[in-house]
C-alpha cells in the first residue's frame, strides 16, 4: 500500500516518456514535450501532441512551384532576380521591385 505513491510517479514519467517519444517521431522537441506533459498531465499531452501536424526535416519553408495547384504554374513564374513566385504578366517584381519582361499566358 506505501509503494502506490511511487508507482503512481513511475507510471506519470514513462508516460511522459512516451510522449517525448511521440514528439520526436514528428520532428518536435521531445525534451519540451517530456516536461509539458510531466507537469501538466500526459494523457493531455498526447493528445495535443498527436493532434499537431509533422514538421518536415528539409526545412523548404519557400513557396515553390511543386506547393501550387498545376492550373496555377501556367500563371505563375519565378522573378529572375530574387527567385520569388510573381505572376507571368508582371513587369516589375513585387518583392524586390526589379523590372522583368511580361510573359504571355499559355491557354
Keep these: 500500500m506505501m ?4 508507482l503512481f510517479v513511475l507510471f506519470w514519467i514513462v508516460f511522459s516518456l512516451a510522449v517525448a ?20 498531465s500526459p494523457l493531455i499531452a498526447i493528445i ?33 532576380e530574387c527567385a520569388e513566385v510573381i505572376k507571368s504578366a508582371a513587369k516589375k517584381c513585387k518583392h524586390c521591385g526589379s523590372k522583368v519582361t511580361a510573359l504571355e499566358a499559355v491557354s
Design 48 to 80: 495535443c501532441v498527436n493532434c499537431l501536424p509533422t514538421i518536415k526535416k528539409d526545412g523548404a519553408t519557400q513557396t515553390s512551384h511543386s506547393s501550387i495547384p498545376q492550373v496555377m504554374t501556367a500563371l505563375l513564374r519565378d522573378c529572375p
Design 3 to 6: 509503494y502506490l505513491p511511487l
Design 21 to 40: 517519444t511521440i514528439a520526436r517521431a514528428k520532428n518536435r522537441s521531445g525534451f519540451i514535450w517530456f516536461f509539458i506533459s510531466f507537469l501538466c
